[in-house]
């Protein structure tokens, strides 16, 4: 083994699975270093559903040891993250009697595999009381599962992490691997965040870069297996337009795929769908297609609501990293599963869940094993040690912002230790007031101004800059299609494609 190494570990990827990955890794006593060629959680991992479930539709198509394994993690996440993991109770709409007595059945192996009982089912006079302004005329099976805040689950992670030790680079790219003469990954070439190149030399990588693993495949000259980048969109509502209690779900009377709709920090989230996204690297966001599909899905459901586009808040679409099975199948028949193939020094780890992370990491960590020092035995069985408070008292202080539970000291709080880059890092992803309340995130603006300026050193140019690449980042990827737009008055032209350019002051950025 190379004793002058830098770091054991790196890890590619600074979302959830990356995260896991350097989470496993430190709490075992190795030294990690993980990159982000972005922000962190700016992949899926702050665009899913927010679900932390064992995915009852995974069971209808015979998964059943990736069902009982995302049921164990939704326990454990319940357990171990209190403040940020919460149970949710569902109701899906009842079919025929035949569909009937089949969801019974996999109800009872659910609850059975997550060692509980939810089970129940509400006719359809219970749910006028429990679902006011539902159209589910034979009944609804109940369960529950749980949600959480997507982006927020990642950045804890990586804040756990931290405190065993790991490095994390924020906006720092991979561009290559290096390897040693018998063809072994012993390093990589990274970019920062201002431009700056430099590298690394380790002795084991884990590339965990999800959806993008192909192209992060190609860059370095690997032969990966075929990924099925796939789109999901969702809508979000204000909670008041349809003021629901627990989480609803049915099938879509087009397609017969499950739709659902749930409360989710004081708004309401519609989704979702599930389209082939072939390149991964153009930002995906909603279609008219898929924004209408969902509208219909509501009015499906929930005739008398009347809800239409001037309604949405926002929305927002991620990619779901899923192995192409090769068979041509519909996108919703695609397994979740996970992917570790590890060869000379190098894992690749891909598909899963956000559920899941944890067993993900640990196999990932399994297989980088032979070229890593021995792993100690962790010093708690918890993975979360501080316990399930995502944000320290401090950034509890001040008054809560536009009827949301953020405060002008998490905003603080974040500034000063959570490699904020860029204001959208502040407003989509470490908090989360931009999607939750998108006029109202813009009307803070001003008062956002000098917090960031005096935390991050942004002159006046750059924070120009930064509000135009925010508004429009609203509008290109949360914005809703149509003429009834909302989420955010369409700014100025910013400076190319998907992606706005880096800052000023700024060398060529990641991302
Ligand atoms: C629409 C949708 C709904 C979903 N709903 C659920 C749900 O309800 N529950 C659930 O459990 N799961 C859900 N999932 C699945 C879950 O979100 C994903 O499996 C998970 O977030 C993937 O995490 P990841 O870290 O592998 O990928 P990502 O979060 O995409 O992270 C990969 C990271 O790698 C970075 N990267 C890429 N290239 C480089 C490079 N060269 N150098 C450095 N960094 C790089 C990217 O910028 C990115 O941040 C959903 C997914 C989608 C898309």
């Excluded at 640990?362 to 069985?381: G, M, T």
């Excluded at 949360?478 to 369409?490: D, I, L, N, Q, T």
Aim: with cysteine; charged share 20%; net charge positive.
């Amino acid at each position: 083994m190379n004793p002058t190494v830098d770091t054991d570990l790196l890890v590619i990827g600074g979302g959830i699975s990356g995260a896991g990955v350097a989470l496993a890794a430190a709490r075992r006593g190795l030294r990690v270093t993980l990159v982000e060629r972005e922000d962190f959680a700016s992949g899926a991992s702050s665009a899913s559903s927010k679900l932390v479930h064992g995915g009852l539709r995974y069971l209808a198509q015979g998964a059943v040891h990736l069902t009982a394994q995302s049921l164990r993690e939704r326990e454990r996440l319940l357990r171990e993250l209190p403040g940020l993991v919460q149970r949710l109770p569902f109701s899906l709409a009842a079919g025929g009697a035949a569909s009937r007595a089949s969801t019974a059945l996999g109800l009872r192996l659910y609850d059975a595999l997550a060692r509980r009982h939810a089970r129940g089912f509400d006719p359809a006079t219970t749910l006028a009381w429990t679902v006011p302004g539902w159209h589910a005329p034979q009944g609804a099976h109940r369960y529950d599962d749980a949600t959480t805040d997507d982006a927020r689950l990642t950045l804890r992670v990586l804040q756990e992490a931290r405190t065993w030790g790991a490095q994390l680079h924020n906006r720092t790219a991979l561009e290559a691997l290096t390897r040693d003469a018998q063809g072994h990954v012993n390093g990589a070439q990274l970019r920062g965040p201002g431009g700056q190149p430099w590298t690394l030399r380790c002795r084991a990588s884990v590339a965990a870069t999800g959806a993008h693993l192909t192209t992060l495949a190609d860059q370095v000259g690997l032969q990966a297996p075929q990924l099925r980048p796939l789109r999901g969109s969702h809508l979000l509502l204000p909670l008041w337009r349809l003021p629901l209690a627990r989480a609803v779900a049915w099938r879509h009377a087009r397609d017969g795929r499950p739709v659902f709709a749930y409360p989710w920090l004081g708004t309401l989230i519609v989704g979702t769908t599930d389209e082939d996204h072939p390149d991964p690297e153009r930002a995906p966001r909603i279609t008219a297609a898929e924004q209408a599909y969902l509208l219909d899905a509501l009015a499906q459901a929930f005739p008398r609501a009347g809800i239409q586009a001037c309604d949405l808040q926002c929305t927002w679409a991620g990619l779901r990293p899923v192995l192409d099975s090769g068979q041509g199948l519909a996108p919703s028949q695609e397994r979740r599963d996970t992917l570790v193939q590890a060869s000379q020094g190098l894992v690749l780890l891909s598909g899963g869940k956000l559920t899941t992370f944890i067993p993900m990491a640990e196999a990932a960590l399994r297989a980088a094993a032979p070229w890593l020092p021995p792993l100690r035995e962790p010093a708690h069985a918890a993975w979360f040690a501080g316990g399930g408070t995502p944000l320290p008292p401090e950034a509890l202080r001040g008054e809560c912002l536009g009827g949301t539970q953020t405060r002008m000291g998490e905003i603080a709080w974040s500034l000063q230790h959570e490699q904020v880059h860029h204001l959208d890092d502040l407003l989509l992803r470490r908090t989360r007031l931009g999607l939750r309340q998108p006029a109202f995130a813009q009307a803070l603006l001003p008062a956002l101004q000098t917090p960031c300026q005096s935390a991050l050193g942004w002159d006046g140019t750059r924070w120009r800059f930064e509000v135009e690449r925010y508004l429009a980042l609203m509008h290109e990827r949360h914005g809703v299609v149509g003429p009834e737009r909302r989420a955010a008055p369409k700014p100025g032209p910013i400076p190319s494609g998907d992606r706005p350019a880096h800052a000023p002051g700024e060398g060529r950025t990641a991302s």
